[in-house]
């Protein structure tokens, strides 16, 4: 069995559209086998975007495959990094030839036809499952990340597969269904399919993350931005090896679903019998989508079979349980399907029982094996920081292209398993109570002898390729003394040297990232603000998202109710002890209210956004009355906070 070709398109023409990507990945192959040896972990499958064989391709890697290990950031003085012929970007090159075969992430969308009338789009890491239905109409799974994704994967569908109107539209988790609208582009689907949880978790949803804590939302945001690389140049060393796609708080075209699938329930969906599983893999309403019999194979669509996994995301966002991703993969395995179809996590199809069940099989395990092992240490009363350096992945779990780093690292996972659990202590006495970060780099420093000692020893660490030590050495330079241009220099160079030995995408964007804001070339933050819709479209939550804004300094003796009128809605909040309660219903609060302001939508989200002051924002008011500039006064105004200031306030 084999991956078809799409209708009407020759072999030439889908050399001549391979994604630059591709050709870039190939290069980078060649660079990097004639620069050292083959490496065991070749994959010869036949797993490809637009059937090109992978199957000659022998990796070979510019460093070890699992830095599971302090050592090899520390005492790894051969490792060479690859240069990327795409856009000149450095770094380590091993987990991305390894991925190439069973991804299809590419620069250009383009169609994959899967089986006579299957296909899916490749290119866009989580571009739509279309199928064919038995009333003559398409069913999409998946709509993208944003309205823009949607009209392109519209555009596509019509020129490559069909005119054909969508007669359904399945979601299969709450990150990628915010092209619907632009995708149907008036097409009437029967259903809208999701989650029973779906449409809550996409509406309370911020940019990417779906937070606990609602008011962390566009912290979460700004991390996200980090991660995905939004800020990186495009071109030169700190370019990203792999250009990402995602674009945090696009423009959505979602629609709410309007039909709910229960934990096993089987549907017709035009026409075609599916059945739904519930799961549980980065978000809480991922579906697994089960056709049992379409033409005569057993497909699973699914957002479990990661050709990159990503365990603990450092961008934050709710736990993912490897106990409950375990369970999503041992349905998929039990169903024996013939083909796997990765819509959301980038993956090519996976096509014959046998490797359905490898690719499974080596998922559950690696999960299974961070997971059991990081509950092992924990018990025997090992730190959450210290579990990975302790652990190193199987070379026997290795061998399948399927347990990677490209996207998630695995020595970033341990940490998060015991956490979840007891919180942030680790049990050990001295972890109770610590210096401020600069007070201690201020003692380590006067016991070295100096800045001038420790700067020298820095440089001896960094010759030497001690890059762990290094860093904690610059780190203290820079907290102790935050505006000099010579310690920030020196703690951007081994970030930088730290993130081009990564494997990771994401830890390699992190700590690439840090870098340029530490040379201030680009204005990384861990602050971010809701946008202007979202402010002016929830008014009475953006006024109880201050209360986190009352700076206690401020606030200290200041008390009164304080109303808000804006567009008509009313909500106030009681301001007393350094706190603020907020009030929904003014007029059955218990305090009568000391001041109050009215005022247009878009004058409060200027104000709340932090692009005007308190003094602006009650001038462009409708009315005011009592102390409302004393009481607005106690609360921060916005504003961005680089990641690596230059002054020690934080």
């Given at each position: 069995?084999?991956?078809?070709?799409?209708?009407?398109?020759?072999?030439?023409?889908?050399?001549?559209?391979?994604?630059?990507?591709?050709?870039?990945?190939?290069?980078?192959?060649?660079?990097?086998?004639?620069?050292?040896?083959?490496?065991?972990?070749?994959?010869?499958?036949?797993?490809?975007?637009?059937?090109?064989?992978?199957?000659?391709?022998?990796?070979?890697?510019?460093?070890?495959?699992?830095?599971?290990?302090?050592?090899?950031?520390?005492?790894?003085?051969?490792?060479?990094?690859?240069?990327?012929?795409?856009?000149?970007?450095?770094?380590?090159?091993?987990?991305?030839?390894?991925?190439?075969?069973?991804?299809?992430?590419?620069?250009?969308?383009?169609?994959?036809?899967?089986?006579?009338?299957?296909?899916?789009?490749?290119?866009?890491?989580?571009?739509?499952?279309?199928?064919?239905?038995?009333?003559?109409?398409?069913?999409?799974?998946?709509?993208?990340?944003?309205?823009?994704?949607?009209?392109?994967?519209?555009?596509?569908?019509?020129?490559?597969?069909?005119?054909?109107?969508?007669?359904?539209?399945?979601?299969?988790?709450?990150?990628?269904?915010?092209?619907?609208?632009?995708?149907?582009?008036?097409?009437?689907?029967?259903?809208?399919?999701?989650?029973?949880?779906?449409?809550?978790?996409?509406?309370?949803?911020?940019?990417?993350?779906?937070?606990?804590?609602?008011?962390?939302?566009?912290?979460?945001?700004?991390?996200?931005?980090?991660?995905?690389?939004?800020?990186?140049?495009?071109?030169?060393?700190?370019?990203?090896?792999?250009?990402?796609?995602?674009?945090?708080?696009?423009?959505?075209?979602?629609?709410?679903?309007?039909?709910?699938?229960?934990?096993?329930?089987?549907?017709?969906?035009?026409?075609?019998?599916?059945?739904?599983?519930?799961?549980?893999?980065?978000?809480?309403?991922?579906?697994?989508?089960?056709?049992?019999?379409?033409?005569?194979?057993?497909?699973?669509?699914?957002?479990?079979?990661?050709?990159?996994?990503?365990?603990?995301?450092?961008?934050?966002?709710?736990?993912?349980?490897?106990?409950?991703?375990?369970?999503?993969?041992?349905?998929?395995?039990?169903?024996?399907?013939?083909?796997?179809?990765?819509?959301?996590?980038?993956?090519?199809?996976?096509?014959?029982?046998?490797?359905?069940?490898?690719?499974?099989?080596?998922?559950?395990?690696?999960?299974?094996?961070?997971?059991?092992?990081?509950?092992?240490?924990?018990?025997?009363?090992?730190?959450?920081?210290?579990?990975?350096?302790?652990?190193?992945?199987?070379?026997?779990?290795?061998?399948?292209?399927?347990?990677?780093?490209?996207?998630?690292?695995?020595?970033?996972?341990?940490?998060?398993?015991?956490?979840?659990?007891?919180?942030?202590?680790?049990?050990?006495?001295?972890?109770?109570?610590s210096l401020p970060r600069a007070v201690y780099a201020d003692y380590l420093i006067q016991l070295s002898g100096g800045e001038e000692n420790v700067m020298a020893a820095y440089t001896a660490a960094m010759d030497q390729s001690e890059y762990l030590w290094a860093k904690e050495l610059a780190v203290n330079l820079y907290y102790a003394v935050?505006?000099?241009?010579?310690?920030?220099?020196?703690?951007?160079?081994?970030?930088?040297?730290?993130?081009?030995?990564?494997?990771?995408?994401?830890?390699?964007?992190?700590?690439?990232?840090?870098?340029?804001?530490?040379?201030?070339?680009?204005?990384?933050?861990?602050?971010?603000?809701?946008?202007?819709?979202?402010?002016?479209?929830?008014?009475?939550?953006?006024?109880?998202?201050l209360r986190i804004r009352i700076a206690p300094e401020l606030a200290t003796g200041v008390a009164g109710v304080l109303e808000f009128n804006i567009d008509g809605n009313r909500s106030a909040l009681h301001i007393r002890n350094s706190i603020a309660e907020f009030i929904p219903k003014p007029d059955e609060y218990y305090q009568a209210i000391d001041a109050s302001v009215e005022t247009l939508g878009d004058n409060f989200a200027a104000y709340y956004r932090g692009e005007i002051g308190v003094d602006e924002f009650l001038a462009n008011s409708s009315s005011t009355t009592g102390p409302a500039q004393e009481l607005l006064s106690v609360f921060d105004e916005f504003?961005?906070?680089?990641?690596?200031?230059?002054?020690?306030?934080?």
């Amino acid at each position: 069995m084999t991956l078809n070709q799409s209708s009407g398109t020759s072999g030439s023409r889908i050399f001549s559209k391979l994604s630059r990507f591709m050709v870039a990945i190939l290069i980078l192959t060649l660079i990097m086998v004639s620069n050292s040896p083959p490496r065991a972990y070749a994959y010869t499958g036949d797993f490809s975007p637009k059937n090109f064989d992978f199957s000659s391709l022998e990796l070979s890697e510019s460093g070890p495959i699992v830095p599971t290990s302090w050592q090899y950031y520390n005492n790894n003085p051969d490792f060479e990094p690859t240069t990327s012929p795409l856009n000149e970007a450095v770094g380590n090159a091993t987990s991305i030839l390894r991925a190439a075969p069973i991804s299809r992430i590419g620069s250009e969308v383009d169609v994959i036809e899967v089986v006579d009338g299957v296909w899916i789009l490749s290119g866009k890491p989580y571009g739509s499952v279309v199928i064919k239905s038995d009333n003559n109409t398409l069913i999409a799974v998946s709509t993208g990340e944003s309205a823009e994704d949607g009209q392109l994967f519209r555009e596509v569908i019509r020129q490559e597969i069909s005119d054909l109107p969508i007669g359904a539209v399945i979601y299969d988790h709450a990150h990628y269904p915010k092209g619907t609208e632009t995708l149907l582009d008036g097409d009437v689907p029967t259903m809208i399919i999701a989650h029973p949880d779906s449409n809550e978790i996409v509406k309370n949803s911020t940019g990417f993350a779906n937070p606990n804590i609602s008011e962390l939302g566009p912290y979460l945001d700004a991390r996200a931005k980090i991660q995905f690389g939004a800020n990186l140049p495009e071109i030169g060393r700190d370019a990203m090896l792999v250009p990402q796609t995602f674009v945090v708080g696009a423009e959505s075209a979602w629609i709410p679903a309007d039909t709910e699938v229960a934990d096993g329930e089987t549907l017709t969906v035009e026409g075609i019998e599916m059945q739904f599983f519930h799961a549980i893999t980065d978000t809480e309403d991922t579906l697994t989508i089960w056709l049992p019999n379409y033409n005569g194979y057993g497909i699973v669509i699914d957002n479990v079979v990661w050709p990159q996994n990503n365990l603990y995301t450092l961008r934050g966002d709710r736990h993912r349980p490897p106990q409950d991703w375990i369970a999503a993969l041992k349905t998929i395995r039990d169903l024996q399907p013939d083909i796997i179809l990765p819509v959301s996590s980038g993956g090519n199809p996976i096509i014959s029982k046998e490797k359905c069940f490898d690719a499974v099989t080596s998922l559950m395990d690696m999960m299974r094996f961070i997971n059991d092992q990081s509950l092992r240490l924990t018990a025997q009363g090992v730190r959450p920081d210290e579990l990975t350096h302790h652990m190193s992945m199987p070379d026997s779990l290795l061998q399948s292209p399927f347990v990677n780093e490209f996207y998630g690292q695995f020595d970033t996972y341990p940490a998060a398993q015991p956490t979840f659990n007891h919180g942030w202590f680790s049990g050990y006495a001295e972890d109770i109570h610590s210096l401020p970060r600069a007070v201690y780099a201020d003692y380590l420093i006067q016991l070295s002898g100096g800045e001038e000692n420790v700067m020298a020893a820095y440089t001896a660490a960094m010759d030497q390729s001690e890059y762990l030590w290094a860093k904690e050495l610059a780190v203290n330079l820079y907290y102790a003394v935050p505006n000099n241009d010579t310690y920030r220099q020196a703690l951007a160079d081994v970030f930088r040297q730290l993130g081009q030995m990564s494997p990771g995408a994401i830890v390699r964007n992190f700590y690439i990232g840090a870098a340029l804001n530490l040379e201030r070339k680009i204005a990384i933050s861990l602050t971010d603000i809701e946008p202007t819709e979202w402010v002016t479209e929830n008014p009475a939550e953006a006024v109880d998202r201050l209360r986190i804004r009352i700076a206690p300094e401020l606030a200290t003796g200041v008390a009164g109710v304080l109303e808000f009128n804006i567009d008509g809605n009313r909500s106030a909040l009681h301001i007393r002890n350094s706190i603020a309660e907020f009030i929904p219903k003014p007029d059955e609060y218990y305090q009568a209210i000391d001041a109050s302001v009215e005022t247009l939508g878009d004058n409060f989200a200027a104000y709340y956004r932090g692009e005007i002051g308190v003094d602006e924002f009650l001038a462009n008011s409708s009315s005011t009355t009592g102390p409302a500039q004393e009481l607005l006064s106690v609360f921060d105004e916005f504003a961005v906070i680089p990641m690596y200031p230059d002054n020690r306030d934080l």
